[in-house]
């Protein structure tokens, strides 16, 4: 069982967010910019997209790669749904202790999100997806409970001697070891999650060499000269479209766009 400095570090990581909140802070930053650069070339051009796409709508290369890969956006889910519940639980918002209004409340905070989550993972990717989602989070959340019944964690506020009962320990309360095996399973699948399925995860989709957006077809005119043109949609324009041409490497204005079936613009990189 972890000592009470030990405990009190953890509870202070958790109220910042937990190691989950620089993993995901670092998925944020790196993912999009690789995402980019593999997908147009790097360098000169990665820097044009960026100029062309303006700033307010950066977000979009990463929610663009998570509504093309089921897999991501489900872990990404997981491990979102888990930080946020251990970082409202750390500040004290999720009851510990009790009777039966305290478990009905822990209940409702514990099931909420992974409904939520499940739902809008299924009306993306089909109602299994949804439903994995949705359990997964579940668990995960409830694995956070769970941590601070056996007192791998300590609620909020909580102060005292230390009789290695947990939070419950005033009222003789005394973990079971498959409760503190549970604990500690959860505690591992997070960390799996977070700190390897998700940057894995991420990155092999920012290498797939698909686009995070729609690849477009549309007349771009040069001079005198108007030609049909491949281009990566970037932002809309009155009734046109602004996107790197992948014709000719470079950002172009285009009409009259029509939308492609294929997402790929070149190999993955493990075929490159």
């Known amino acids: 069982m972890p000592g009470p400095d030990e405990e009190d570090a953890a509870r202070s990581a958790d109220r910042k967010g937990g190691p989950g909140h620089t993993v995901?802070?670092?998925?944020?930053?790196?993912?999009?910019v690789t995402e980019v650069a593999y997908t147009v070339g790097g360098g000169t051009a990665a820097?044009?997209?960026?100029?062309?796409?303006?700033?307010a709508n950066w977000p979009d290369v990463l929610i663009g790669m998570v509504l093309t890969d089921p897999l991501l956006a489900s872990v990404l889910a997981v491990v979102v749904s888990r930080v946020v519940f251990a970082l409202f639980a750390a500040r004290g918002?999720?009851?510990v202790e009790g009777g039966v209004l305290r478990a009905l409340q822990r209940v409702a905070l514990t099931v909420v999100n992974p409904v939520a989550v499940g739902v809008?993972?299924?009306?993306?990717?089909?109602?299994?997806?949804?439903?994995?989602?949705?359990l997964g989070a579940y668990?995960?959340?409830?694995?956070?409970v769970v941590e601070y019944r056996t007192g791998r964690r300590r609620p909020h506020g909580h102060r005292g001697r230390r009789a290695g009962a947990g939070p419950f320990?005033?009222?003789?309360?005394r973990p079971s070891r498959v409760?503190?095996?549970?604990?500690?399973?959860?505690?591992?699948?997070?960390?799996?999650?977070?700190?390897?399925a998700l940057p894995v995860l991420s990155f092999v989709a920012a290498l797939d060499g698909q686009a995070w957006t729609s690849i477009v077809r549309c007349e771009v005119t040069d001079g005198t000269r108007t030609e049909s043109n491949r281009l990566i949609e970037l932002s809309r324009k009155g009734s046109g479209v602004v996107g790197w041409n992948l014709d000719t490497d470079e950002l172009s204005n285009g009409a009259g766009c029509t939308g492609e079936e294929t997402l790929y613009v070149r190999e993955p990189w493990w075929r490159d």
Request: contains cysteine.
């Open 93 to 95: 918002a999720v009851p």
């Open 24 to 32: 995901l802070l670092a998925v944020a930053l790196a993912v999009p």
């Open 179 to 196: 409760l503190r095996r549970a604990a500690a399973l959860e505690q591992w699948a997070a960390l799996g999650l977070t700190t390897l």
């Open 120 to 134: 809008v993972i299924g009306c993306f990717f089909g109602p299994w997806w949804g439903l994995g989602t949705g």
């Open 169 to 173: 320990r005033d009222n003789g309360y």
């Open 139 to 144: 668990v995960l959340r409830k694995g956070v």
């Open 47 to 55: 820097r044009d997209v960026f100029i062309g796409m303006e700033p």
